[in-house]
């Protein structure tokens, strides 16, 4: 197998994190891969990337975002801190020396983007979201290619649709394995409850009404607020999943956030989905990415201020439970698929 070096760079959440470890697991299968990842210091990644990825090397920086509005004085210092590291991190990747870099967003990329700029070394980018992040607004016009996951993201420059790598099982799973999240049987019909990377307090209140009236149904409840739903005999909380994608080929349905990420999973798993999109995320983009969900798959979006508690009542009740012997045979993403064929430096 060929070697390649690729300096790598995204996270912050979730949604901006696992698009990255999607891409890294599909290349390791056809190359000998040394990655030099640049993490976000306290964030999802410096937990996950020694277990994910333990033979990568990692460097934490301390980047922190700009604050919004952004005629903020503090984002002066900010932009002037971040100057700084990037002529640091400029000197680490011209020892490390990559065949190319590879960036799925959030502010800590800014400043590998512009050492690389810099550097002269070729980077891609990958956009989860409808709407572009300002790190990738501003760094799409010098990448070799921009991958996109909506064919209409507005702003960018040197762009290719290809979707929004996601993370599967690299074997078949049967649906037993939901025995291993405390459930008493298989026949019941199996809800993952999934506020987004971070938890979502508001799918809490949510549910907590929904499950006055739902005992005929499982559900595994991701929350971090485990007490609070301690008298539902059929919940089953847990504070995070680490491979929340492992079980989503096997299970009934999912009532979610619309993160970009997390709607990329419920189109490739084919997921009926209950969708509640966060109001806050920046011009309404998870409304959009729920709306483009419901193209794809059997799915009701409710409005996180003014739902109906009944109309989530019935969408659950209607869906059809699979049967305990259920197996969802592997298959692949065809996104990282498509990132790979226009990378020039892997070929
Ligand atoms: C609050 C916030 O900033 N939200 C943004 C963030 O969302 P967030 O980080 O929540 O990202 P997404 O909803 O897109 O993805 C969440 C990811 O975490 C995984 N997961 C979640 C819980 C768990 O216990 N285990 C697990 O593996 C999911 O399977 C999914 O892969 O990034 C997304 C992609 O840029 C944006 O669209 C969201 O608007």
């Known amino acids: 197998m060929k070697t390649k070096k690729i300096v790598v760079a995204g996270g912050g959440t979730g949604g901006h994190y696992y698009p990255a470890l999607a891409f890294i697991k599909y290349l390791e299968q056809y190359y000998n891969l040394d990655i030099l990842y640049f993490m976000t210091k306290g964030r999802i990644e410096e937990k996950k990337i020694p277990k994910d990825i333990p033979y990568a090397k990692t460097i934490t920086l301390e980047t922190k975002g700009l604050l919004r509005p952004l005629y903020n004085l503090e984002n002066v210092k900010r932009i002037n801190?971040?100057?700084?590291?990037?002529?640091?991190?400029?000197?680490?990747?011209?020892?490390?020396?990559?065949?190319?870099?590879?960036?799925?967003?959030?502010?800590?990329?800014?400043?590998?983007?512009?050492?690389?700029?810099?550097?002269k070394i070729p980077y891609y980018l990958h956009e989860q979201n409808s709407i572009p992040g300002l790190v990738n607004k501003r760094f799409s016009k010098y990448s070799k290619k921009t991958f996109i996951s909506f064919k209409e993201t507005p702003y960018l420059q040197n762009t290719v649709y290809t979707g929004n790598p996601v993370r599967y099982p690299s074997k078949d799973i049967k649906r037993e394995i939901l025995l291993n999240y405390n459930l008493e049987d298989l026949y019941k019909k199996t809800i993952l409850v999934m506020g987004g990377s971070l938890g979502s307090e508001k799918i809490d209140d949510i549910m907590y009404e929904v499950y006055q009236s739902t005992e005929n149904i499982n559900f595994i409840h991701i929350t971090k607020d485990s007490e609070r739903f301690q008298s539902f005999k059929n919940?089953?909380?847990?504070?995070?999943?680490?491979?929340?994608?492992?079980?989503?080929?096997?299970?009934?349905?999912?009532?979610?956030?619309?993160?970009?990420?997390?709607?990329?999973?419920?189109?490739?798993?084919?997921?009926?989905?209950?969708?509640?999109?966060?109001?806050?995320?920046?011009?309404?983009?998870?409304?959009?990415?729920?709306?483009?969900?419901?193209?794809?798959?059997?799915?009701?979006?409710?409005?996180?201020?003014?739902?109906?508690?009944?109309?989530?009542?019935?969408?659950?009740?209607?869906?059809n439970s699979k049967p305990a012997d259920y197996i969802w045979y592997q298959k692949s993403d065809d996104s990282v698929k498509n990132i790979t064929n226009y990378i020039e430096e892997l070929n």
């Open 81 to 119: 801190d971040f100057l700084k590291e990037s002529r640091g991190i400029k000197k680490i990747i011209k020892e490390f020396n990559p065949d190319f870099g590879f960036f799925t967003g959030g502010y800590i990329t800014a400043p590998v983007i512009l050492a690389m700029k810099k550097l």
């Open 235 to 319: 919940v089953k909380t847990f504070d995070y999943i680490d491979n929340a994608y492992e079980i989503m080929g096997v299970i009934d349905g999912i009532v979610s956030r619309a993160g970009a990420t997390s709607i990329a999973e419920i189109i490739f798993y084919n997921l009926n989905s209950v969708l509640i999109p966060w109001k806050g995320a920046a011009e309404n983009h998870q409304m959009i990415n729920a709306k483009k969900t419901q193209e794809n798959v059997n799915s009701i979006i409710c409005d996180e201020d003014n739902y109906s508690t009944n109309s989530i009542i019935n969408f659950l009740n209607n869906i």
